[in-house]
C-alpha cells in the first residue's frame, strides 16, 4: 500500500465504483482529491470524467506532472467553484474528517450534484456510542447527511483497512502520533467506513 493513498486505497475506491455505478461519460467530483490517484482510475479505468479539488498547490501540482490529462483545481470543500447540479457524482476518501466545516462541505456537494446524484465517503468515524464532543460518529454524520438532503443507502465498517494502514505507517515512519493528530481522532476509538448517499429528488 502506497502510504500517500487512505487507508484501503483503490481497494475500497473499485467498492465506491460498483456501488455507485455510474454511467460511461458521467461527471464526477473528487473533493480531497490530492495528487489525483482516485481520479486517475474513474477516468481512465471506469471511463468518468473526472474533476478534482484540493486545497493543497503541492499536491496538485504532483498530480497535474503525473496525470496532464486529469483536470485538477485548488478550492476547498466548503466553496467549490462549481454551478449547481453540475456532477452526477461526488467522492470524497478520508477528507472530510480533516475539513474545518464538515456540514458546510455536505451542503456544497449537494448543490453541484444533480438529483438523485451519489456521494461516497470513506474517512474515519466514532463507534454511534460514543459521545465525545467534537468528533464525527455515525449518528452525526447521518444527521448532516440528511440535512444537506441526501439518504445513506450504503454502510458498511471498514476498520481492517484503518489498522493495515497504521501498521505500515508504523513500519514505514516507526509513531503514528502524527496521524493521530492529523485526524483529530482519539486512536483507541477509531473506526473507517465506507457510506454511499443519493441527493434526493427534487419534489414538483
Known sequence: MMLHQHPGGLTLTRQVAKYCAFMPGAKVLDVGCGTGVTMEYLQDACGLQAVGVDVSEARLEQGRKRSPHLQFIQAAGESLPFADVSFDGVITECSLSVMQDAGTVLTEISRVLVSGGKLAITD???????STAG??????????????????????????????????????????????????????????????????????
Do not use: H
Open 124 to 130: 474515519v468515524y466514532l463507534p454511534v456510542s460514543d
Open 135 to 204: 468528533y464525527l460518529n455515525r449518528n452525526q454524520l447521518k444527521k448532516m447527511l440528511e440535512k444537506s438532503g441526501f439518504t445513506i443507502v450504503v454502510w458498511e465498517d471498514q476498520s481492517a483497512f484503518l489498522r493495515e494502514f497504521i501498521a505500515c505507517y508504523i513500519m514505514e515512519y516507526g509513531s503514528v502520533e502524527e496521524l493521530w493528530q492529523c485526524v483529530s481522532i482519539p486512536k483507541t476509538k477509531a473506526g473507517y467506513f465506507l457510506l454511499v448517499a443519493e441527493k434526493r429528488q427534487m419534489e414538483g
